[in-house]
C-alpha cells in the first residue's frame, strides 16, 4: 500500500488528511472477536501499511471495542485520527442512550476514559433520533468543540434531508458545522448515490463509508452452485443475511456475477468492491471492519487498483446507479416507514373499508404495469 503524502485524502473541508482506508473496530471485543491480543495486532498492522484514522463505538461490544482501541494506540495517538460514536443503549439505564445533550456530555467522557485520550478527532451521531430535537444535539456537540474535547463531529448513516437540516441549524445557530457523514455503501446497496452523497459534496463533508463488502455478501465466499453455511452474522440479522429470504437470493445473484467480473479481471472481489467505493469523487475514505490479520491483508492493496471504464459499466449493469438490492441494507429505517401510523390516515369509526380477498370496487381500472 502506498502511503506518499499524494496518497491521502482531504476529510472534506477540515484540513485533515486521512487514508483512504479507514480500520473499523467493530469487530474488536467480546460480540465478535474476543481476541485482544490478535485485534492488536491488526491495529499494528494497518498503522504499519500507512492507515491512520481508526473508526469505533461506545456501543461495540459494550466499550471494549474503544478499550482495546485505545490500549494499542499508547504512544502512537498524536499520529492517528481517532473517531468514536454515540447513541446506542448502554447499560440499563433508560437515559443512556439516544442524542440528548444529557446524554452526550456523558458519553464522550466515558468514551474519553476508555479510549485513554483527552480528545477524539472525530465524534459521530451513530443514528438520528426522532425523540431528540436536532438543535440540542448540535448545540452539546458543538460545545464540545469549543471545550477541546471533540475537534470535529459529524453524523452516521443520516437521511439527505437531516443533512441538509444539520448543515443550516448550525449556520443559522452559529454552531461549529458537521464535517462528516458516515454511511453505507457497496456495489449491492447505491441508494445513497441518489441524494446524499450529491448532498455531502455540495457541502464538503467528509464521507467515510461502511459495509464496502455488503456484510460478507461481496467478500468473494458465494460461488456459483455452492452451498453457504450459516452464518452468525444470518442468525443475528435475518433481514439482511437469510440467504434464503427472496431478497437476499436477489443480492447472491448479483455476488455471484461480481465475482464472476472479478475473476475475469483478475482481482479480488473484496479487492475490487473496495476499489470500487472508492472511485466515487463525494467518498473520501473506506471503513473496513477485519476481524483478523488473513481478512485484513487482502484489502491493503484495493486502494491501488484502479477499474476502468468497461469494468465499471459491467457493475452497472449488474446493480443499476442508484438501486439498493435489499432496503435492510441501508443501516437505517427512518419511523416514516417503519411507524405504521405515520403512514395510515385514521379511518372514522363505521367507514366501510375492504378487507383481504375482498377486491376494491374499482378494480379493473387499476394500473398493475409498475
Known amino acids: 500500500m502506498n502511503a506518499s503524502p499524494g496518497w491521502f485524502r482531504s476529510l472534506g473541508r477540515t484540513g ?4 483512504p482506508l ?16 490478535e485485534a492488536a495486532r491488526v491495529i499494528a498492522a494497518a498503522l504499519d501499511a500507512g492507515i491512520n484514522i481508526i473508526d469505533t463505538a461506545d456501543v461495540y461490544s459494550e466499550g471494549e471495542s474503544e478499550e482495546i482501541v485505545g490500549k494499542a494506540l499508547r504512544g502512537k495517538r498524536d499520529n492517528v485520527v481517532l473517531a468514536s460514536k454515540f447513541h446506542g443503549q448502554i447499560g440499563t439505564e433508560v437515559n443512556q442512550r439516544g442524542n440528548s445533550r444529557r446524554w452526550i456530555l456523558r458519553a464522550v467522557e466515558d468514551s474519553l476514559r476508555r479510549l485513554g485520550t483527552d480528545y477524539l478527532d472525530l465524534y459521530q451521531v451513530h443514528r438520528p433520533d426522532p425523540d431528540t430535537d436536532l438543535d440540542d444535539t448540535l ?11 471533540i475537534r470535529y463531529y459529524g453524523t452516521t448513516t443520516f437521511e439527505p434531508h437531516q443533512v441538509l437540516e444539520a448543515q443550516y441549524l448550525a449556520r443559522a445557530r452559529g454552531y461549529a458545522r458537521p464535517a462528516t457523514e458516515q454511511p453505507p455503501y457497496s456495489i449491492l446497496a447505491r441508494g445513497i448515490e441518489r441524494a446524499l452523497l450529491p448532498v455531502a459534496e455540495q457541502f464538503g463533508l467528509g464521507t467515510l463509508t461502511w459495509s464496502p463488502l455488503a456484510g460478507g455478501w461481496l467478500s468473494g465466499r458465494w460461488k456459483r452452485g455452492e452451498q453457504v453455511e450459516t452464518s452468525a452474522r444470518a442468525v443475528r440479522n435475518a433481514p439482511r443475511h437469510d440467504p434464503e429470504l427472496p431478497v437476499n437470493r436477489v443480492k447472491r445473484e448479483a455476488a455471484e456475477k461480481l465475482l464472476d467480473l472479478a475473476d475475469a479481471s483478475g482481482v479480488t472481489l473484496a479487492g475490487l468492491s473496495v476499489a470500487w467505493v472508492l472511485r ?7 471503513i473496513i471492519g477485519p476481524r483478523t490479520l488473513a481478512q485484513l491483508t487482502p484489502l491493503l492493496d484495493a486502494p491501488s487498483l484502479v477499474l476502468d471504464d468497461d469494468l465499471l459499466d459491467a457493475i452497472d449493469a449488474i446493480v443499476p446507479p442508484g438501486v439498493t438490492l435489499n432496503p435492510a441494507d441501508e443501516g437505517y429505517a427512518p419511523p416514516s416507514l417503519t411507524d405504521k401510523a405515520r403512514r395510515r390516515l385514521v379511518v372514522p369509526a363505521g367507514t366501510p373499508t375492504v378487507g383481504a380477498g375482498v377486491a376494491p370496487a374499482d378494480a379493473d381500472r387499476q394500473d398493475v404495469s409498475r
Open 280 to 286: 466515487h469523487p463525494a467518498v473520501t475514505s473506506v
Open 16 to 19: 485533515v488528511k486521512v487514508s
Open 139 to 149: 448545540g452539546a456537540l458543538s460545545d464540545l468543540v469549543r471545550q477541546g474535547k
Open 22 to 37: 479507514t480500520l473499523g473496530a467493530m469487530n474488536f471485543g467480546a460480540i465478535y472477536n474476543p481476541d485482544r491480543d
